[in-house]
């Protein structure tokens, strides 16, 4: 450990919440938001060259072992949000934070995490601790 | 043509609409629809063993490259459909039919079909023609 | 009916197909394209100003009564698609056409088209023609 | 408190993962989980007639605030899975567990928790613990 911590990425996207995703109540879908999530973390990955295909590729799939959603404000037909995700762990898992806002007025909507844990895909058992490849996508150092 | 045309399968299954399957109007989002279909053409294709599973070991893909629903009535929360589908077509293609009614009072609600051609994984080319195996699996002679 | 028929309006959205939307088989679940569709119909609703929130204001329904698909080409995880909408028809009821192509080579993936009819908010019954506010928005004399 | 504390009501569904839920690595995609457990917590507040229906004519919303999941295994197509929907706490919020598992095996795949709070549907704002309607449904003295 360090007092130098790199610098981590981060990666936002924009959602017009769509008609299909708008319940009985006029808002998003609480589930939906998983989506959203999602897109933003594509994101994220993409930034340091390490999403799906480069996962697979790279021998592990990381599949999501825990996701957690706080919801504060609604987010209503046809609003515009913005999603943050933040990458905040990567030694022993990849954790995820994600910051839901209204893309105009900023104001704070929702807020989250994900945490993705490295399987070795021929063998299907997890692995304590990242493998060497995320360091060298992040540019880390081990 | 023949006059002594085949028995062929049919299956029903039922769903529930969910609240995270209606929209605004209080009704089942009329996309949600693909998923009710799918859900009894599994039933049928289980009904003479050739769903996603046996269709992979045969070494064909049977892409659905057609979909048509026809609402005639909605669907409300709670509501309780029942969903027949129906093999109408297995020649050329698979067509499938679906009549979706209201489980209690048998109201028809909605209907369609989709098509599926049958593509050689290998290739990845499309048959003109389905292959033996579903013969077989329908149990009729070619 | 005149030769000179109206310009009527269409509109262009970009989806990039998301890993939520993605089968067993790598492409994009044939059920999604209802969402694709959407997403083009309701840019197409905004462009005259007779989107959800219009419709409901001016005492309308406009539930889609039918959805039609044919898919030439699947879209894979990634995949940057097109999705044009088109108004095709509007005396008797909205018909829409949508092309979905790939973003960038322009290559067809798939078509399809919805209908949807008026429905009285209050009355619950369907009007058979299209209401005076539709031709308004329009900007087409009755 | 009480050490007589009151029987919670439970409930539990069945679902068959179905195709269109299962994503590239051939398990239910982890944002899908949203769905089985709104179906788990529907059937719950059914067993107290508190569901969306009544909550509604009740005067308040009960939004969903946070969710929580935790993934062990994952559930893959064509499997039952069980979800348990478990009332664990209802003064100040309705907390709902669950507990997802394989349905012949009774393997433990998943868990996870939501909370929802009651909102006066008139003022749109929150309750500061839960209205004595919610006594009522549950059988409860206040």
Chains 1, 2, 3, 4 share one sequence.
């Not at 981060?10 to 938001?33: K, N, Q, R, S, T």
Request: glycine share 6%; hydrophobic share 40%.
């Amino acid at each position: 450990m360090s007092n130098l911590s790199p610098d981590l990425p981060a990666a936002e996207v924009f959602v017009e919440i769509p008609f299909h995703d708008v319940d009985l109540m006029g808002v998003a879908w609480h589930g939906h938001y998983a989506k959203y999530c999602e897109i933003a973390r594509c994101a994220l990955l993409d930034k340091f060259s390490y999403n799906y295909k480069e996962m697979k590729e790279s021998g592990y799939a990381w599949p999501v072992i825990e996701l957690k959603l706080r919801y504060a404000h609604p987010a209503r037909l046809g609003q515009k949000i913005r999603i943050k995700a933040m990458l905040r762990e990567y030694e022993l898992h990849l954790k995820i934070d994600y910051l839901i806002a209204d893309a105009e007025t900023d104001e704070r909507l929702s807020k989250g995490h994900t945490i993705q844990v490295p399987v070795d895909m021929r063998t299907q058992k997890m692995l304590f601790g990242a493998p060497p490849i995320l360091y060298e996508k992040l540019g880390i150092g081990t």
